[in-house]
């Protein structure tokens, strides 16, 4: 079992819609959680840290579910420039050389 | 955005050449990373530095090596490309090791024939 998995995807969502999509982790020593988001043929960029009581950033939200080992990406009142692959990242360690990436979920935000 | 540079954006090299990607910050960042990028897996570290002269090993350093001699620039080595070689290398800097934020480079697509 991979340490990170995402539902690659594509979300097809019309503009203006709500999209969610989760990221489970094996193991459940796991300490931070992130999502980066990354634009085709880009490099990644950080989105949000997900914190154990959730947070928020705009239309973003990012949960935490420890028991369940997993995390979630919830975005509001979608626009045409959320369409990017969405890449949860996880760290049972202290320091970045230990992150763990998933490979990404596709999401497409249609007019 | 962070001030990191790679080069070259682009290259194709043949089987068993040595070749050498560059990664520059203007940042004074403390920690730089290589990762490689392919279909089907995260992105999965080959090297790291700590410091100048400082780097260890990553989840995926066999065919690679790395040197730092100074605090901008990273550099990673092919030292005979082979074909499972072929992928885009992304160079990240942070300021702390602590899960600090990590700000990527454009990325270098990397064919070997």
């Known amino acids: 079992r991979k340490e990170v998995e995402q539902d690659p995807g594509p979300f097809n969502v019309p503009e203006g819609a709500t999209v969610a999509f989760n990221c489970t982790y094996s193991?459940?020593?796991?300490?931070?959680f992130f999502w980066y988001r990354q634009d085709c043929r880009k490099e990644p960029k950080l989105l949000m840290s997900v914190y154990s009581s959730g947070n928020e950033d705009g239309r973003f939200t990012a949960q935490l579910n420890r028991a369940s080992q997993y995390i979630s990406l919830l975005i509001r009142d979608s626009k045409l420039s959320d369409s990017a692959t969405y890449l949860c990242?996880?760290?049972?360690?202290?320091?970045?050389?230990?992150?763990?990436f998933g490979t990404g979920t596709r999401l497409t935000i249609i007019p | 955005d962070a001030g990191i540079t790679q080069s070259p954006r682009h290259k194709v090299t043949e089987t068993g050449t040595p070749v050498t990607l560059r990664c520059h910050q203007t940042?004074?960042?403390?920690?730089m990373y290589w990762y490689r990028q392919d279909p089907g897996h995260g992105l999965r570290l080959i090297h790291y530095?700590?410091?100048?002269?400082?780097?260890d090993k990553g989840e995926v350093s066999d065919g690679y090596s790395v040197s730092r001699s100074k605090t901008e620039d990273f550099l990673l080595t092919l030292e005979s490309a082979t074909s499972s070689q072929t992928s885009v290398y992304f160079c990240?800097?942070?300021?702390?090791?602590?899960?600090?934020?990590?700000?990527f480079g454009s990325g270098t697509q990397l064919s070997v024939l």
């Open positions: 530095s700590y410091g100048v002269k400082d780097t």
């Open positions: 990242v996880v760290n049972r360690y202290f320091g970045n050389e230990k992150l763990t």
């Open positions: 193991n459940s020593a796991s300490q931070s």
């Open positions: 940042e004074n960042h403390r920690y």
């Open positions: 990240a800097i942070s300021d702390g090791r602590g899960n600090e934020k990590l700000f």
